[in-house]
């Protein structure tokens, strides 16, 4: 089993209600499978989180990315600035 902790950021830390959040994985996910994992648990945020990034150890990832017990894991929200 492999603890995957994401550090969370603008809407995602306010639904959840802390800058944290830890989920388990049977085998390394993808990142494509944390989103989906992620899009069951806040329903709601489907939209956002299909436009989200997903950083490992302070890279960008793509959807095929295996991380790895130990990781930096970071969702960054769609930013839009002015």
Not at 41 to 67: E, G, M, T
Request: with cysteine; glycine share 6%; hydrophobic share 40%.
């Amino acid at each position: 089993m492999i603890e995957v902790e994401l550090d969370l950021f603008a809407v995602f830390k306010e639904e959840h209600g802390s800058n944290q959040l830890q989920l388990s994985f049977d085998a390394p996910p993808e990142v494509a499978t944390l989103i989906t994992r992620l899009q069951g648990h806040w329903p709601n945020l489907s939209d956002i989180l299909c436009k989200s990034r997903i950083a490992v150890n302070n890279q960008f990832c793509d959807d095929k990315y295996l991380i790895q017990q130990g990781d930096k894991v970071a969702l960054i929200p769609p930013v839009s600035g002015g």
